[in-house]
């Protein structure tokens, strides 16, 4: 008799029982708590600085320029003070001729010494091929499009105007500059 009111008292998975009723009032306990609703992390308004009153006047008129230092060298005649035009890019005798596939990927390129990259996918789009700069400076930011004729890639902007001329180089090499003269060279 004994026996039999031992193991009616004491059912046979009381501590899994337990364990469970715990974990219970912990998660119930955890969720009704209301320490995380009461912090304010905004900062407090500035107030307002003051402003200072605005005046306006004539400025005076220009200095003369200070007199030129005075040199040992020459003034150079006239006819040499004239600037020469960039010549556009001319092709190697030898330059290989281009294809799509040997552009289509993304290039190191070099804009009047400045270092940006240049995607150019074999997606259709404006005058061949789309082109995406990465992080390029004027004017190669704008471009939008490339194609390939012989040895010659030509970059394009959304217009269809072309920004820049390059040649074939070397292997995975072109050189040549931009429509306002600047060297652009793209190498992988």
């Not at 899994?16 to 119930?28: G, I, M, N, Q, T």
């Not at 390059?166 to 600047?182: A, I, K, N, R, V």
């Amino acid at each position: 008799m004994i026996q039999s009111f031992r193991s009616a008292a004491r059912p046979a998975s009381s501590p899994k029982l337990l364990l469970s009723a715990l974990a219970v009032l912990f998660l119930a306990a955890g969720c009704t708590s209301s320490r995380f609703s009461q912090v304010d992390t905004r900062p407090e308004p500035l107030e307002a600085a003051p402003s200072g009153t605005v005046t306006t006047s004539q400025l005076p008129p220009p200095a003369a320029p200070a007199a030129p230092a005075t040199t040992d060298f020459p003034t150079a005649p006239a006819e040499a003070q004239t600037q020469v035009a960039a010549l556009p890019p001319q092709p190697a005798p030898d330059a290989p001729a281009v294809t799509a596939g040997n552009v289509a990927g993304v290039w190191s390129a070099s804009v009047g010494g400045e270092a940006c990259r240049i995607a150019t996918p074999q997606t259709k789009f404006g005058q061949g091929f789309r082109a995406g700069p990465l992080r390029c400076p004027a004017p190669i930011d704008g471009v939008k499009s490339w194609n390939v004729s012989g040895s010659q890639l030509t970059l394009y902007d959304d217009s269809g105007a072309a920004l820049a001329q390059l040649y074939s180089s070397g292997p995975e090499q072109f050189s040549g500059q931009t429509s306002g003269g600047l060297p652009i060279s793209l190498t992988r």
